[in-house]
């Protein structure tokens, strides 16, 4: 793979806590969409991010995006 080429993620939400995060993931694992998170610490405090991906082109993330959106979730695509 290029490693040049950048990759696209679709983030579902931002959560500070666990039990929200996982209410999320277990959401979309039900859907059939596989998902990781990524912790990060931001000034609010840590912040557990539910990320779909990653994907090789903005077209297939906004496929994806599309699918988080019919099952009323408000996903964002960023390139990695």
């Known amino acids: 793979?290029?490693?040049?080429?950048p990759?696209?993620?679709v983030q579902v939400g931002a959560f500070?806590?666990?039990a929200k995060a996982k209410e999320v993931r277990a959401k979309l694992e039900k859907a059939g969409i596989k998902t990781y998170t990524h912790v990060a610490q931001t000034?609010?405090?840590?912040?557990i991010r539910v990320r779909v991906g990653p994907f090789a082109s903005r077209e297939d993330a906004e496929k994806a995006a599309a699918k988080l959106k019919q099952i009323n979730l408000q996903p964002q695509i960023l390139s990695l």
Do not use: T
Not at 1 to 5: F, G, H, M, N, T
Not at 43 to 47: I, L, T
């Open 43 to 47: 000034k609010e405090g840590k912040r």
């Open 7 to 9: 990759r696209f993620i």
């Open 16 to 18: 500070a806590e666990d």
């Open 1 to 5: 793979p290029d490693e040049a080429a």
